[in-house]
């Protein structure tokens, strides 16, 4: 019995990758049962972190083991984006404060009470949104030699930063992110705008976009993107921007010279 224990744990180890964090879910389907899975915890050989979980006993927890259990073994439409992608593409210089973890998925998505409740949790905002669809525009980040995560790519995070503004990201600070984003792919961006179902974050992305007047702005069909009916003000007292129908703070256009103001 203990020999047949053994050689489970040798498969379990190799269909296992390293760094990450497994979910009796995915152990039951290759064959590893709650009962034999009490045994190995008991024996040493994995620790829990929670109902459901577990992670090898000599290894750290990460945000990140947890994150690849979510997408590659529950296959739960969740993601890293935000300003958390925007650092990972190298683009973390351009954001302040505590490093913090934006995760984002469908409204209806249900995520496992031992992810919720890790020690992770004050650091992580979840946000349940279908203001573009789950799983498009992502792109592969390793978290380590031998497994992956989805992470939004650099045009949709910058969606997902407009999404948060203002009640996460400031005005001030959208705007600084902005400044330093000549080198976006206009298809993709054509793409993101055809498919997002928040005017305000269309309406803003492209206030945005044309304020620092990047050239890949020039490039896009706007007509083929619907920004909506009506005026939308984000800034109490602030200034109306014909082109998109918005109002937005004035400190973001003080120093600036527009004929569309």
Partial sequence: MRAQRYD?????????????????????????????????IKSGWVRSIGAGAVIRSQETLSFNSCLYAL??????????????????????????GDVRYDLFTPSQTR?????????????????????????????????????EISISNLERAIFEVVYLTPQ???????????ENLGQLRPDVIQKL???CKSKKVTRLFLTYATL?????????????????????SLSKGGVYYRPYKIVIPKQLVENEEHPLF
């Avoid at 180890?13 to 009490?38: E, N, Y």
């Avoid at 997408?71 to 683009?91: C, D, F, I, K, Y």
């Fill in 168 to 178: 996460m990201c400031t005005f001030e600070e959208t705007n600084y992110i902005f």
């Fill in 212 to 232: 620092h007047n990047h050239a890949w702005l020039k490039e896009l069909s706007l007509e083929k993107v619907d920004i909506g009916r009506g005026v939308l």
């Fill in 111 to 147: 995520l496992p009470k031992w992810f919720l409740d890790s020690e992770f949790k004050q650091q992580t905002n979840v946000y349940k949104t279908n203001f573009l669809p789950a799983t498009e525009y992502m792109q592969k980040h390793a978290i380590n030699d031998s497994a």
């Fill in 8 to 40: 489970k744990l040798k498969n379990l180890l190799q269909l296992w990758p390293v760094g990450t964090v497994a979910t009796q879910d995915w152990l039951t389907k290759i064959g590893v049962s709650r009962f034999l899975l009490r045994q190995y």
């Fill in 193 to 195: 705008l055809e498919l």
């Fill in 71 to 96: 997408q590659n073994q529950l296959e739960l439409p969740v993601h890293l984006g935000g300003l958390t992608s925007l650092a990972m593409h190298g683009r973390g210089h351009y954001i302040k």
